[in-house]
T-cell receptor, first 114, second 114 residues
C-alpha cells in the first residue's frame, strides 16, 4: 500500500507564476515531511522539510504547508524559475524506530516554461 | 562541499551475472542508506546501516541482495544473480547519527540488466 502519494505525475507552469505540488499520506505516524528535487541522472537533493507539529515552513521561494487533518502537504514555489524544472518527491519519516528511514511518493515532474 | 560518492555511475550486466555497487558517505555520517528507484516511482529503502550494523533490511531481497559496511564507513551493495526486474537506479544516502537530519543522496548507479 502506498503510504505517501503524489497524484499528479506532472505540472507545467509559466516562469514567474506559482507552482503548487501536492502530496497526500495515509499514515498519521510520521514526524517529519520532506521535499526533494531530482534532476535527470542525479540523486535527489534536499529542498525543505516540516515537522508534524508545525503547519508551515518557509525558505526563500519555497514554502511547505502541512494540513494534518486532511493528511495533506503542499510545496509552493514562488516565483517559479526555469531552473526549477525537475522531479519533486515528497517524503515522510515514520515516527516508530526513529531511524531516519524515508517513505517517498511517486514524484511530480515540474516544467517551468520561460 | 562534502558529498556522497557512488560508483559506478552506470552499469550494464547480463541476467544471472553478479554486480556490485560502492558508496562512500559524507565524512562523519554514521547512518547510511541504500535506496532503489524504479523509473516512474519514488526511491524505496533497501537497507539502512547505523555504523557497521544493519538496522533495517526488511525490504532487501535477501535471496539475491547483500550489503555490508564492514568498518562503518563505505558500503557495498551486491546482487547475485541479477534479474531483469533489478534494472533501476540504486541510490546511496547518508545522514548524521540516528537520522535526525535530512539524508544526503549520491548521484546513484543506473543498473540495466539485459
Amino acid at each position: 500500500d502506498q503510504q505517501v502519494k503524489q497524484n499528479s505525475p506532472s505540472l507545467s507552469v509559466q516562469e514567474g507564476r506559482i507552482s503548487i505540488l501536492n502530496c497526500d499520506y495515509t499514515n498519521s505516524m510520521f514526524d517529519y515531511f520532506l521535499w526533494y528535487k531530482k534532476y535527470p541522472a542525479e540523486g535527489p537533493t534536499f529542498l525543505i522539510s516540516i515537522s508534524s507539529i508545525k503547519d508551515k515552513n518557509e525558505d526563500g521561494r519555497f514554502t511547505v504547508f502541512l494540513n494534518k487533518s486532511a493528511k495533506h502537504l503542499s510545496l509552493h514555489i514562488v516565483p517559479s524559475q526555469p531552473g526549477d524544472s525537475a522531479v519533486y518527491f515528497c517524503a515522510a519519516r515514520p515516527t516508530s524506530g526513529n531511524t531516519g528511514k524515508l517513505i517517498f511518493g511517486q514524484g511530480t515532474t515540474l516544467q517551468v516554461k520561460p | 562541499e562534502a558529498e556522497v560518492a557512488q560508483s559506478p555511475r552506470y552499469k550494464i550486466t547480463e541476467k544471472s551475472q553478479a554486480v556490485a555497487f560502492w558508496c562512500d558517505p559524507i565524512s562523519g555520517h554514521a547512518t547510511l542508506y541504500w535506496y532503489r528507484q524504479i523509473l516512474g516511482q519514488g526511491p524505496e529503502l533497501l537497507v539502512q546501516f547505523q555504523d557497521e550494523s544493519v538496522v533495517d533490511d526488511s525490504q532487501l531481497p535477501k535471496d539475491r541482495f547483500s550489503a555490508e559496511r564492514l568498518k562503518g564507513v563505505d558500503s557495498t551493495l551486491k546482487i547475485q544473480p541479477a534479474e531483469l526486474g533489478d534494472s533501476a537506479m540504486y541510490l546511496c544516502a547518508s545522514s548524521t547519527l540516528g537520522g535526525h537530519t535530512e539524508a544526503f543522496f549520491g548521484q546513484g548507479t543506473r543498473l540495466t540488466v539485459v
